[in-house]
Each structure stands twice: as structure tokens, then as C-alpha cells.
């Protein structure tokens, strides 16, 4: 069979195969081997490195972020203290000037007050000045009797008392 007299060939490749196979095993394990290993190690060792560095920029960030809302709060603090401050400063002077405007008030009413009571006296002096007068010519005209003006006033006078 023909088949079977390739065997003695098959021998020779075979040996040939293991000592190749042989040689690059040692060169893969002694040269290429140690370089992917320390590539993967140093690839490695970078991303721990990454992973510290992110850790800590995080870690600063969160103590940023605490300091800036801190720092917040107390502007906000500071805010409402000074916006207290100025109401009551707004409240206080207010307050003075309804204080300010209440007297000049009540002396504006208070004069005004004093002018109609000098208005209401001379109305009244003219009304019994002319309550005299009218009663005068009342008078004259009724029963043709000339009165005294001092006699008219007094008549009126006493009709002002008498029906008050």
C-alpha cells in the first residue's frame, strides 16, 4: 500500500516539528512571554494609578463641593441678617416719618381747627349783625316803627339765646 510508505517520511517531520515547535516554545517563553507580561503589568500598575488618582481628585472634589456649600449657607446667613437689618432700618424710619407726618398733621388740623373757629365767631358776629338789621327793617315795615340798631341786636340776640 502506498499510503503506509509514507510513514518513514511522516517520521522525519514529525521530529522536525517538535524541535521546532520546541525552539518557539523557548523563545516565547523567554523572550516574548516577559515582554507581554510586563506590558500587562505595567498597563496594569497605569490603571491603579488612574484609579488612585481618581479616588483622589474625587475625594478633593467632594471637599470643594463641602467648602462651596458651606461657603453658601453663609452668604445666604449673611443675606437674611442683612436684609433683617434693613427692614428694621426701613421699619425705623417709617416710623419716623408716620411720626413725623401724625404731628404735622395734627398741627395742620389743629390750625385749621383755630381758622374755623374764627371763621364760625365772625359768621356768627355777621349773622346777628344782620339778624339786627333784619329785624330792624322787619320791624319798620311791619308796624312802622323805627327801632334802635342797639335795641334790633339785643331783640335778636335774646331770639338766638331763647331758641338755642
Do not use: C
Not at 115 to 135: H, P, Q
Request: glycine share 6%.
Amino acid at each position: 500500500m502506498p499510503q503506509l510508505e509514507q510513514i518513514s517520511t511522516y517520521a522525519g517531520q514529525i521530529f522536525w516539528l517538535v524541535v521546532i515547535f520546541g525552539i518557539l516554545l523557548i523563545v516565547m517563553l523567554k523572550v516574548a512571554l516577559p515582554r507581554v507580561q510586563g506590558i500587562l503589568q505595567e498597563r496594569r500598575e497605569r490603571i491603579d494609578d488612574d484609579f488612585a488618582r481618581a479616588a483622589a481628585l474625587r475625594d478633593e472634589a467632594e471637599g470643594v463641593l463641602r467648602a462651596y456649600e458651606k461657603a453658601q449657607a453663609e452668604a445666604r446667613a449673611e443675606a437674611r441678617q442683612v436684609m433683617r437689618e434693613q427692614q428694621e432700618k426701613a421699619a425705623g424710619e417709617a416710623a419716623a416719618r408716620h411720626a413725623a407726618l401724625g404731628e404735622r398733621l395734627a398741627k395742620e388740623a389743629a390750625a385749621a381747627e383755630a381758622r374755623i373757629a374764627t371763621a364760625r365767631r365772625e359768621a356768627l358776629a355777621g349773622i346777628e349783625a344782620v339778624a339786627g338789621e333784619v329785624a330792624q327793617a322787619v320791624t319798620t315795615r311791619l308796624i312802622g316803627v323805627d327801632v334802635d340798631v342797639a335795641e334790633a341786636n339785643e331783640a335778636a340776640a335774646a331770639a338766638r339765646q331763647a331758641g338755642a
